[in-house]
């Protein structure tokens, strides 16, 4: 099958031929129709993070398609069904995060795309218990970029606490942030954007932001403040540690700050503001497949549309070159037909 495949850190990605896996118990193989390109995809090459993914990799977190063939002992899935591959490629579904619903918080997960391969290829293994199907009216394109993207900005805006009428921050208006402003707007919140490209901010207030602000222009937290008094919450999904710092200045008193970026770094966190300001800060990591669910529903009943624009397996190096300028507007999604 073909496959994007990475041999290491740094390197271009490798489009080859490489042998199609065969479902072993308890898996399914499903045929990939259209992968996201996320921006921990780039993390991953890089090996930016602490946690160092497999070499050589095949990335991919996003992935769709169809199941192709039924590991043993699968029984609750039939060959033709439409599922996608999140990040949560599995868990143990023993320990004490497994047992209370915080699957995303298993100390012995899988990751799609990061320990085991993802879905840049014509064909993925799965976890039969962790795959989840895809509602009859989204198509394979758009329901791709939900898989992590869209769950990952559902459930911090869950985490976050904010309720409706109330003001969020989403920080970075990228892959995420896109489908953040439209999450916060589905769920009666009031939403400022933040992004350094005045192109992003064009894009968030097309899509229901009610306030936008460029920090190249403005102290972004000073502005919001000014503005509004500050938000209930911050969202801070852009790969920058100046905006990390700028998301947590832009919250009132007893509001939230949600870390979903991953820049290596570290944040400057005040002690005395945070304990006078009785501040909640809190890290959010994707979703448990029931999130998941949650969040392909509303897409499904049409509340949320990621903004598209579709590549093919072999354009991936310069997909990743845009993304690390950041130029591309919403997600890429590549499509494997
Ligand atoms: P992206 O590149 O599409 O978006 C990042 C956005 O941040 C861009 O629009 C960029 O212009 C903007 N930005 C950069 N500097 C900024 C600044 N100073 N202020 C405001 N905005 C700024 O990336 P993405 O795919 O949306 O992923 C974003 C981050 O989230 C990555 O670090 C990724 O690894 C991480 N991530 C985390 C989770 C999780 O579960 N916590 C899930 C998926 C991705
Ligand atoms: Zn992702
Ligand atoms: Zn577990």
Redesign the pocket.
Known sequence: MKAAVVHEFHGNLEIKDVPKPEAGPGQVLVHIEACGV???DL?AVHGDWPVKPIMPLIPGHEGVGVVERLGEGVTHLRVGDRVGIP?LYSACGYCEYCLTGRENLCPNQQNAGYSVNGSYAEYCLADADYVVKIPDNLDFIEAAPLF??GV?VYKALKVSEAKPGQWVAI???????HLAVQYAKAMGMNVVA????DE?LDLAKSLGADLAVN?KQEDSAEWIKQKIGGVHAAVC????K??FDQAYRSIRRGGSCVL????PESMDVPIFDTVLGGINLVG???GSRRDLQEALQLAAEGKIKAIIETKHLDDINEVFRD?EE?T?NGRVVLDMR
């Open positions: 996320c921006h921990t993390h990040w992590c993207a990952t920080y970075g208006i990228g892959g995420l942030g933040v992004d350094t490209f992003k920090p999904t852009a790969v920058s100046p905006a979903v970026g991953l820049p959010s990591i994707v993304l950041g591309i």
